[in-house]
């Protein structure tokens, strides 16, 4: 059940090709071929033609270079809002990302160009503009088609060599795991979520022992499915950890709580991996 | 000209000219041509794809299992659902849809499907999808031909698939069910008739306000601005920008000024407070607050954030808006002004009536209404306002005096799913494609032409894809399904509480935030059977001064300053009316439980169930938020309600947070005997 994200980064022009991840990743796959036995000179042929060919690739993904004009150049990049939200696949977020652009003295700078980036399948809207008065631009993300968290990159160009990168994330929900965060909105999140809203006071801190928040992937990652679902259909006890945990079993249905567990195993940070996922290493 | 007229008889003399020859270059064109039919089909586009696919099972751990699956299923593959009318053939080169353990694959054409509660089987690929179910080649089947004409929905919209079957909402399609409320919410079903398959049609749900006595409430300054930009006076605002010129703004308010007739009681001049001169802002303010003003409605704080409720109108600038003489009036009942409104009457006293209105009147933005200037109304102005209002069709939403609704203003949404792409005019440079043109109708409605009269509204671009959603469900086979397919919506419940509590009810407006029998609003909680649930000690001192039962809840039942009949009316009512069939109310005691079984329950309350995790009893000791206070559970609830909600709390109240425990019967005994305990005490409510 791996569900991380292809890393088909949409590279901007202005960065060297022979630099960029991508091509590092593409060159290194033929540095090795099957047959172990292609001649030195031959090798390093093959690198320049698909350093050539990689870069030619990556540029193509971006179309026509971007024909605005940056008439400011910061420092720094930060996010403003709407980082860490979780929406549908293929769907547009609720709020849009904002990024701000700082100089070095951490004022807003007008008319920076910023440039959006991200996995294949992700669209912006703009994905590039210049930044308004206030130093900030803000754009309409739309997720990919396939479930999962999603690195996103703003870019500006600063004063010296090198762009300034932000990375922000944002998490996709298939239609089960869209049931499980409803759940969890629902049920869960009272206790195992620590952030308090205008709407839901957490009762994290009232807890005599502190549940764990769902995005804990250090301690959720090593339950396995049957753990999880054992614990929620029995509660705490059922594997003799505490009873504030109340069993949901006879309120969930079996669907529900399946829901519930893909969903927790999305969010988990580090992200967590099946079982499954060896068959595509070998 | 010659040469090559001689040539073509020599190549004609070569290969034709002995009947042996012609025989055998005849037999070799015959076999040519058959052979292209199987070289057509050895070189199509989903064997390509289905060699791929077997190279990309090829290298893994569970290749054989896979393998197997798939020889069993080569070829073309077809779902066929004749009571749908659905042919298939998606699975031809998406192979890979049922295999739970391609996961990890993200390449199309061979993704695993995501879980969904449906089977490939059960509905195909197209009900939910669109497309060419019979098509084989990607072309055909994902874009639209001039043959056919049914592309692909794009993934951002499949909820709308949902929708076409299921009436009510789903926990599993918020962008459809958010779309759905928009619909009604932001009015578009005032102007356009959407028809559903049982018959019935979308309602409104928001309620515009008459403007038949606009003059008592509002000047005409303040009509005009709100005509020109409503989101000027209120960011929230759900009425549309109509875009109209300076004249044309200026003559609908001279229009609606001059219709207004003037309505008996709707205005009440100042009572005059001898004690103090200027009502103290202060005061006003915790005024405000305690009623739970904010529960309804919002205002927008320096930040700019609008914080508070959206049941009733935005306040932040309502100074500019009402006359202090109408703002009194509605204060003392807003039920003589607008019988039907969401807002409950407050009992409050005159100096109270003073005090909430100059508070309110002092939320006003000087530049709003500076820049207006209206000369004095001529008669030519009133007759061109009057036949704009029937242009624009405002009457579509609003009353307005000698006005007729008119029938059919706009075109028919019912079918707009399925509207054929050849119907359409799309736009220079738009995709053609019906999502893509209901999206932009949507955004800028104008923008297909300055002289439409849609007007402009205010959308986040999630709404946008929320509503375009909604309008997608409304497909033809929505409308063909067999009705027993269709997941129907609970239908609309217009129960009335009878005689002089259901008149005080109405008037209080308490289904504006609670649900009794399936009818009213879900801020508070349901009704239904609440005479089974609490003592009517509590419950009349309750609605004497609502206190709060849950600490970490904004949102507040108000005080409306009953009178003692009045609540011993209510009282009664609910009592003898709100009573679940499942049990009896009295069939257990309120006190006198053995002190061991209350031990025992104790016990259970802090071990076994643990319900301190999210309950109150012990106001030093325990800290849960979740759930309500339980200091008082004792004189609040009846020990047979607290018996079988512990029994089965969604049983009891459908949706209910709370797990159900499976309890047995002695333990579930016992709890009610020690919560049945937890009498509380008058000061120690008073101190909170």
């Not at chain 1, 709580?257 to 967590?272: G, H, T, V």
């Not at chain 2, 005849?26 to 039919?37: D, E, T, Y």
């Not at chain 2, 055909?140 to 951002?156: G, K, M, V």
């Not at chain 2, 038949?212 to 929230?236: C, F, G, M, N, Q």
């Given at each position: ?64 270079a971007s024909v605005l004009k940056p008439t400011g150049f910061g420092a720094a990049l930060v996010e403003s809002s709407g980082g860490k939200q979780t929406g549908a696949t293929g769907m547009v977020l609720a709020q849009p990302l904002v990024v701000q652009v700082n100089d070095e003295q951490g004022t807003a700078v007008t008319g920076a160009l910023v440039e959006f980036g991200g996995p294949a399948g992700v669209g912006f809207d703009p994905a590039s503009g210049l930044t308004d008065s206030s130093g900030q631009l803000s754009t309409n993300v739309t997720l990919g088609g396939v479930a999962g968290r999603y690195q996103l990159t703003a870019h500006t160009a600063a004063k010296t060599q090198k762009p300034v990168e932000l990375k922000i994330e944002e998490i996709a929900l298939g239609f089960q795991e869209q049931v499980g965060y409803q759940l969890d909105n629902k049920y869960c999140a009272r206790c195992h979520n620590p952030e308090s809203t205008a709407e839901r006071v957490s009762n994290y801190d009232n807890l005599a022992v502190k549940p764990h928040p769902f995005t ?67 | ?688």
């Open positions: 059940m791996n569900r991380a994200i292809p890393d088909q980064n949409v590279r901007t022009q202005r960065l060297k090709p022979g630099l960029t991840q991508c091509s590092y990743r593409s060159a290194g796959a033929l540095r090795h071929p099957k047959s172990g036995a292609t001649p030195f000179r031959h090798w390093r042929t093959l690198f320049a033609v698909s350093l050539v060919v990689v870069s030619a690739a990556c540029t193509q993904k971006l179309g026509p804990e992937g250090d301690t959720l990652n090593k339950m396995t499915d049957a753990d999880l679902t054992s614990i929620i259909s029995h509660g705490g006890p059922a594997l003799n950890k505490s009873a504030l945990m109340p069993p949901y079993g006879y309120t969930l249905s079996k669907i529900e709580i399946e829901a519930l567990i893909a969903y927790i195993r999305l969010i988990s940070d580090p992200p967590y991996h099946a079982s499954g996922t060896v068959y595509a290493q070998k | 000209m010659q040469s090559s007229k001689n040539a073509l008889s020599s190549l004609w003399q070569t290969l034709f000219g002995h009947p042996v020859r012609a025989f055998g270059v005849v037999s070799l064109l015959v076999l040519f041509s058959l052979a292209i039919a199987p070289a057509k089909n050895h070189f199509s586009e989903w064997r390509h794809y289905q060699k791929q696919y077997l190279s990309l099972i090829g290298n893994r751990g569970d290749a054989k299992t896979l393998q197997l699956h798939f020889h069993d299923h080569d070829g073309i593959q077809q779902i066929w659902l004749p009571g749908l009318g659905v042919v298939d053939r998606c699975t031809t080169c998406h192979v890979g849809l049922k295999e739970a353990s391609l996961a990890d694959v993200s390449t199309q054409p061979f993704r695993r499907h995501p879980v969904i509660p449906h089977t490939l089987d059960q509905f195909g690929c197209v009900m939910c999808h669109r497309g060419q179910g019979p098509a084989t080649t990607v072309e055909e089947a994902h874009r639209s031909t001039a043959a056919w004409e049914q592309p692909l929905l794009p993934a951002r919209y499949v909820q709308s698939s949902c929708g076409q079957c299921h009436r009510a909402p789903l926990t599993g399609t918020p962008q459809l069910n958010l779309g759905r409320n928009l619909l009604a919410r932001y009015g578009c079903v005032h102007c356009h008739t959407i028809k559903l398959p049982d018959g019935s049609a979308i309602k409104p749900t928001d309620n515009p306000p008459s403007l038949s006595h606009i003059a008592d409430k509002s000047t005409r300054e303040w009509v005009y601005a709100w005509l020109k930009d409503p989101r000027a006076y209120a960011v929230t605002s759900t009425m549309p920008n109509f875009k109209l010129s300076d004249p044309d703004a200026r003559d609908i308010s001279a229009f609606l000024i001059s219709n207004s007739a003037p309505l008996a009681g709707d205005t009440a001049a100042a009572t005059k407070d001898k004690d103090q001169k200027a009502p103290d802002p202060t005061a006003g303010a915790s005024l405000y607050g305690e009623s739970f003003c904010a529960s309804c409605h919002a205002v927008q704080n320096a930040a700019g954030n609008v914080v508070g409720g959206d049941i009733g109108p935005e306040l932040t600038r309502v100074g500019n808006k009402v006359k202090p003489e109408w703002l009194r009036a509605w204060l003392r009942n807003p039920r003589v002004y607008d019988p039907i409104t969401a807002m409950p009457h407050y009992r409050l006293t005159d100096p109270q009536v003073n005090l909430l209105a100059a508070f309110l009147g002092n939320k006003t933005d000087a530049d709003l209404l500076s820049n207006v200037h209206l000369d004095a109304a001529t008669s030519e102005q009133i007759a061109h306002g009057k036949l704009l209002v029937a242009e624009y069709g405002c009457a579509s939403c609003h009353e307005i005096g000698g006005i007729k609704k008119p029938d059919n203003f706009a075109p028919e949404l019912t079918r707009i799913g399925s509207k054929p792409l050849t119907q359409i005019i799309f736009l220079p440079g738009m995709e053609h494609s019906t999502p893509a043109y209901i999206s932009a109708k949507i955004r800028q409605p104008r923008s297909f032409g300055a002289a439409l009269k849609m007007p402009q509204y205010t959308f986040a671009p999630a709404q946008i894809d929320a509503l375009t959603t909604a309008l997608l469900a409304l497909t033809d086979r929505a409308h063909e399904l067999p009705m027993a397919l269709t997941v129907p919506a609970k239908p609309p419940s217009n129960y009335q509480p009878a005689g002089r509590a259901g008149q005080l009810m109405t008037d209080l407006a308490c289904f504006s935030c609670h649900a009794i029998n399936g009818r009213g609003g879900d801020l508070a909680p349901d009704l239904t059977w609440e005479g089974s649930s609490v003592q009517r000690v509590w419950l009349q001192a309750f609605m004497k001064n609502p206190g709060t039962l849950r600490p970490a809840l904004i949102r507040r039942m108000p005080k409306f300053n009953l009178s003692d009949s009045d609540i011993t009316e209510i009282s009664d009512y609910i009592m003898a009316v709100y009573q679940t069939p499942a049990f009896d109310r009295d069939s257990m005691p309120s006190s006198g439980y053995p002190p061991a079984q209350v031990e025992q329950g104790k016990q259970l309350f802090y071990s076994k169930y643990a319900c301190q995790s999210c309950h109150i009893v012990d106001t030093k000791v325990d800290k849960g938020y979740v759930g309500p206070t339980l200091t008082q559970v004792g004189s609040r609830l009846t020990a047979a309600w607290i018996y079988h909600w512990l029994k089965d709390p969604q049983a009891m109240r459908p949706g209910a947070v709370e797990p159900n425990r499976n309890m047995n019967d002695e333990d579930a005994r016992a709890l009610t005997a020690f919560l049945m305990t937890q009498k509380g005490s008058s000061k120690q409510e008073a101190k909170k």
